[in-house]
């Protein structure tokens, strides 16, 4: 599914160079559910940013599928971004001003289709995170847990590959963080490659292998991990 | 451009920044009501002089006599130049002029006699003209005709009246045939005129009577005296030259030092219609500059909320583009914001801009003798004005807009 070569990331501060990226070498397989776990400033969310395709990186190569990313132009990452990866935010990013359904429907906006077709293309996702009778509502109007239900539902409407979640229950109580990982289980179980960026062990738990970053480096990356031993390696 | 989902799309954002979407609005509505409103009266102006200078020859010269300044030949300043029938015959022997009309105003200039018929009198202008008059001034005849030769020959009491001039002495009875009396003496009245100019000079042709040059001269004494002479230039000969060439003849005639110029006043319709049309380009101008710049700083302010609208919208463009939005659909995004914006708005004004100057129209016509004709922005100045504003929409867009294609997904993500 994808694979870092000794990536490199530095970030230029000034006359220094803080060196975030240390090396890393990573392989995910196709339909694994994988958390990466790093206290903060381990480089964990640089590191989500490339696997994104947010962001560029220094040195190394990063395969996503057969396709080498890297100093892609804008408009190809977006396409890119747009066709293979599904994003899930602990803040839901959602748009304030449109409803449930629109949120839903807005990265088919992107890829060029009708109105009609992706507003009815978008009931089913929310049907499926169980939201249709919210399609209409602002994401002011719903709590926590269904905001990051419409958030996933827009992640999974453009049939992506991969889906990337950063911190997806860092903002929701212990239930609903629950209910969370039981639907980005049950999306794993469709065959869709989920990662998971956290630094919460419940929620890495609930994963088939975990990634450790400290300083910049992976640590453990081909074990397993500490937390979840008795799981395999996926090869669905 | 026609895709109604992307302009949906616009329409929500704009409708979720209400008020601030109106305030902007507002300074473009502004600015091209502004500028309608200023080419309107520009046109009510210039449609008003036109209207006071419809039927004058536009190649027209007045000259009349006034007191020397400087002593000549012998004589002193101060003496009055008094011009008479010998003038006639020496301009008349000028080839640049088409048409002279000699004119003696009974009484001398701005005087009124009474004139009366029947028991009913009023006071009005009497005139002592020439045929040629027709080519200065042009008529309309509500009856009868204008003097001919034949009055000039047979020196006929007989009399032209304006239309105010029928309306007091005459009410409904038809004036043709009918002798009036002035100052005394009767004579028969031949037409009435219709005047073709608007304001205060049709008021004043409409009170006016015209009696035939020689009769005057002989039914009051009046000697050999000539008031002052009207004239059209031939064509292809400018008002400067002509006047050039009067003011030498009649200078020499009367014994007045070449560059005495006070010595004989003038009106020149050429110089006086090209000071017109000069005003008027300023005018326009002016009209333009600061309706224009009105429109700027409401364009400009535009710029400046869509700028800090990007800003406050710098999480939305990154989860948007994180989502897939390309640079360009996102910069095609804020410009066409900012043209739906700038356009709707100035739209709204054009609208206001078109009532307000038919407003003004109707209140206008419902004053005949106002100095402002109708106003009038035509419909190719609306829609430059439209154009304007879709490329100033465009340009107030490309800042903000590459601002916003400027905005990196992830610093857009990490300001939580």
């Known amino acids: 599914m994808l694979r870092l070569d000794k990536v490199n990331k530095y970030y230029r501060v ?27 400033g381990s480089g964990k969310s640089t590191l989500l940013n490339i696997l994104g395709i947010l962001d560029d990186y220094d040195s190394g190569e990063y395969w996503l599928g057969d396709t080498l990313i890297r100093s892609l132009s804008e408009a190809k990452a977006a396409n890119y971004r747009n066709r293979f990866i599904g994003f899930v935010f602990q803040s839901f990013n959602l748009l304030p001003f449109k409803t449930a359904l629109e949120n839903v429907a807005l990265p088919l906006y992107y890829q060029g289709v009708t109105r009609r077709k992706r507003n009815q293309i978008a009931t089913q996702y929310l049907e499926r995170v169980g939201l249709r009778d919210w399609a209409e509502h602002l994401p002011s109007e719903m709590s926590g847990g269904q905001k990051q239900r419409v958030a996933i539902a827009r992640s999974l409407i453009g049939k992506p590959r991969l889906i990337l979640a950063d911190e997806p229950t860092g903002a929701l109580d212990s239930e609903t963080s ?8 049950e999306i794993h179980r469709t065959g869709i490659t989920v990662l998971v960026v956290t630094h919460d062990p419940e929620v890495a738990i609930r994963t088939q292998r975990t990634i450790r970053l400290r300083d910049g480096k992976v640590v453990g990356a081909h074990e397993a991990s500490l937390s979840n031993p008795g799981m395999p390696v996926a090869v669905p | 451009m026609l895709d109604l989902d992307k302009w949906k799309e616009i329409w929500a954002t704009l409708r979720s920044n209400r008020l601030r979407t109106f305030l902007t609005a507002f300074g473009v509505f502004w600015g091209i009501v502004m500028l309608m409103a200023m080419l309107g009266f520009g046109s009510s102006i210039q449609a008003g002089s036109k209207q006071q200078m419809k039927g004058m020859a536009t190649n027209l010269l007045f000259v009349w006599g006034q007191q020397t300044t400087e002593s000549f030949d012998g004589l002193p300043p101060g003496r009055q130049v008094r011009f008479n029938t010998d003038d006639i015959e020496i301009l008349r022997r000028l080839p640049s002029i088409e048409h002279l009309a000699p004119r003696l105003q009974l009484g001398g200039w701005m005087n009124n006699f009474t004139v009366s018929y029947e028991s009913k009198n009023g006071t009005f202008t009497v005139m002592a003209d020439y045929p040629e008059l027709r080519h200065i001034i042009a008529f309309e005849y509500e009856a009868g005709r204008f003097i001919n030769e034949r009055d000039i020959a047979e020196q006929r009491k007989i009399a032209v009246i304006g239309k105010a001039v029928r309306e007091q002495l005459f009410g409904d009875t038809d004036p043709i045939g009918k002798y009036i009396k002035i100052s005394g003496v009767y004579f028969q009245v031949v037409g009435v005129t219709k005047t073709l100019r608007g304001g205060q000079m049709g008021d004043r042709d409409a009170n006016t009577l015209f009696v035939p040059f020689t009769t005057l001269k002989t039914a009051f004494k009046m000697g050999d005296r000539v008031g002052f002479f009207a004239m059209t230039a031939k064509p292809g000969t400018d008002g400067p030259e002509l006047e050039r060439q009067v003011r030498e003849a009649l200078a020499r005639h009367h014994r007045i030092a070449p560059d005495d110029g006070l ?11 090209s000071k017109f049309q000069t005003f008027f380009f300023v005018l326009a101008l002016v009209s333009w500059i600061v309706g224009g710049a009105t429109l700027l700083a409401g364009v400009i302010g535009v710029s400046n909320i869509m700028l800090i609208t990007v800003k406050e919208r710098t999480k939305e463009i990154g989860v948007r583009k994180a989502l897939g ?3 360009l659909s996102i910069v095609s995004m804020v410009m066409k914001e900012s043209i739906a914006l700038t356009a709707i708005a100035g739209l709204t004004g054009v609208a206001a801009g078109v009532g307000l100057l038919a407003m003004a129209e109707a209140i206008l016509s419902s004053m005949p003798d106002s100095p402002l004709g109708p106003p009038n922005v035509g419909l190719g100045t609306v829609l430059k004005a439209v154009a304007v504003l879709v490329t100033a929409g465009g340009i107030a867009g490309i800042m903000p807009a590459s601002h916003a294609a400027s905005i990196k997904p992830i610093e857009a993500l990490r300001a939580e």
């Open chain 1, 14 to 40: 000034g006359t220094h160079s803080l060196h975030v990226l240390r090396d890393v070498e990573l392989e995910v397989a196709d339909g694994e559910f994988v958390a990466i776990m790093g206290a903060s």
């Open chain 1, 178 to 185: 629950k209910q969370i990982m039981d639907l980005l289980s």
């Open chain 2, 325 to 327: 939005a390309t640079p």
């Open chain 2, 263 to 273: 010595a004989i006043g003038s009106f020149n319709m050429f110089v006086m219609f």
